[in-house]
């Protein structure tokens, strides 16, 4: 196994975080992890909805926000601490920027690019998939 | 209370800090550092207690010393 390949296609940020945790963690832990954030995944990252702290989510969403990053990192954070000490790429899928009309300058300063379903394949291939 | 024989190079603060906030401390720290660096990470966190020495197996690190100090836990670790 030489690392995960994470799809995260879900806006609510409970999941969003448990990718964040474990794509973090692993990556810190020199695991090659390449997070591939799709479809209302991307809406978790938007720079309006994090400045205002609108979580999408149940109770973890009410936890979240009530906790405002006091004690625990949020997902952003997170990936972008993560990044500095480990081998970690987020990626944007670009099929749902242009279905959102959105590009990255939307977004929150955690994606090394954007990516289409064929590269995130290529990347994906020597890796175990992981769906979110 | 409990004491431990070992004389941190560096502790880390992590008390007050979330799964997985203390082990993202603890490998940042521990990737910028010597080998035989003595750290005492710091945590209130009874989940980073568990979890952070399942990390340290899977390195060639070494655990020392797990010490119960009341409202935290002092975890020590030697780098390889």
Known sequence: ?132 | MSETDYQPDQTIDARDATCPGPLMDLIGAVKAADPDTVFELQTSDAGSKDDVPEWVAETDHELLDIVDEGEHWSIYVRTA
């Open chain 1, 1 to 132: 196994m030489t690392g995960y390949a994470i799809v995260l296609a879900s806006g609510d940020v409970g999941r969003v975080q448990a990718a964040s945790i474990i794509g973090s963690v692993a990556a810190a832990s020199d695991v090659p992890v390449e997070l591939f954030v799709t479809m209302d995944g991307l809406t978790a990252f938007e720079s309006e909805r994090v400045e205002r702290g609108a979580f999408e989510g149940g109770e973890v969403a009410e936890a979240m926000a009530a906790d405002g990053g006091e004690r625990m990192d949020l997902y952003y954070e997170q990936l972008a601490d993560a990044k500095e000490i480990g081998p970690l790429s987020v990626y944007a899928c670009e099929m749902a920027m242009d279905l959102f009309g959105t590009d990255l300058d939307d977004y929150v300063d955690v994606f090394d690019d954007t990516l289409g379903v064929a590269g995130f394949l290529n990347r994906a291939a020597d890796k175990q998939v992981v769906f979110v």
